[in-house]
């Protein structure tokens, strides 16, 4: 044996002995990422666990004479931004898909998490021509440091329609709807059926009226969740999913059609950024082509193992995120976390991590592997680069520090999240107005609630972390950080 292999063995040894040092308690951790969505609800049900959140933002839309009350707030502000929230839902839906037989009891919360959702969006669309894609005056609300159960700026509701269309949120909802719907299929057939009905109703109005949502309501989702990637990819995974629920062909040759819009790179200027869209690599809440080729692979690669451009670039994806790769795109922190540029970071390893996972149980099914020039990949190689970024998440880093509220010893105490930071209705029943919150920002003293579950932006690309509400690209937990890794711990809960 050569001293070269003598290293590899010996450094293959001691991931073994990590591996088991930094054992983690995934079921503890899936039963608190579930309930963090808790603490993002507007209106409560009776229910509720998360008890130092009480209701808000009650008449939402009224004064237009619309039912908007109910859905989840994104991240640490009082707005509702659907289309984020549209992408949620998607993944929490599909990962009880894939993953729902390994969540135990958790299964019923991972089902209220995703009918939340589901139930303000059927309101959200229940207008013909109109497709509600924002709830809140984001500036306003961003000027002010108060709890959602307080807020007294503007709740004002801004929609998609033929004249201002806005093809990527509708397609959302879409996916979201669809997906939704073949969670609910087997429990509520009624309900299952008329998320399906609305889903094919509101990705005909995305498709027949084409347009960006920058265009129409852009000052106020700008810079927010300006749409960088354009909405042709949202059409597709819409229609992906649509196909998925219904299995009529339609949706079928859409997806196959237009999917060729994807190949080509378009370099968009937004806001004085330029942004390169195109790209198999990118998935989030803003592009979604790695996961259109992760999903429609399940339905191909049996029959048609080379079906492109789908399982191509599927291939393709992991071979932009396996460390080894020569192909590989992303970045690594000395301590082993996917980064890359932006911010809210942790997005990035959660939802690069949760289709590599799927990806590798549709690889065992068609017993194949991958090829990244000379590296060859197996699906087990794939979990275990999901599950280095589960792990260091959970603590398994640098810092010794869980990125996840409320689990292990040492996890984040400052959060950027107005009704974690202020006292809660139980602690103080008067009102703290706009500016009344602003001490409770500024100070140093831990958040007196507890927003168990929720994943912060996370460290940077060296493996530091600061502990402060006024960083909020590090210390702001979002719904679409949590959302695959709800389906990825629920998958190393049991495996």
Known sequence: MSQVQRLLVLVAMMMVVVTKVASHDYGDALSKSILFFEGQRSKLPPNQRMTW????????GFDIGVDLVGGYYDAGDNVKFNFPMAFSTTILAWS????GNFMGSDLS???DAIKWPTDYFLKATSIPGFVYALVGDPYADHNCWERPEDMDTPR????????FPG??????????LAASSLVFRAIDLEYSARLLSTARTVFKFANQYQGSYN???????CPFYCDFSGYQDELPWGAAW???ASKESNYWNYVVENIRNLENTVVKNINGFSYSGGSYAEFGWDTKHAGINILVSNLVINSNPNFSPFIPNADKFVCTVLPESPTVSVQYSPGGLLFKPGGSNLQHPTALSFLPVVYARYLSQGNRVIHCGGVVATPARLIQVARGQVDYILGSNP?????????????PQRIHHRGSSLPSINQQPGPIDCKGGTPYFSSNNPNPNLLIGAVVGGPDIKDSYNDSRADFVQSEPTTYINAPLVGLLAYFKTH
């Open 242 to 244: 649509l196909f998925r």
């Open 215 to 221: 265009d129409g309501i852009g000052r106020w989702v």
């Open 156 to 163: 004002t509701p801004y929609a998609e329609s033929k004249q």
């Open 109 to 111: 919360n991972a089902l």
């Open 167 to 176: 093809s990527e949120v509708s397609a959302e909802i879409a996916a979201a």
């Open 53 to 60: 959140r009480k209701d808000s933002a009650l008449r939402d």
């Open 96 to 99: 009880v898909l894939e993953f």
């Open 399 to 411: 810092l010794n520090m869980s990125y996840m509220v409320g689990y292990g010893n040492k996890f």
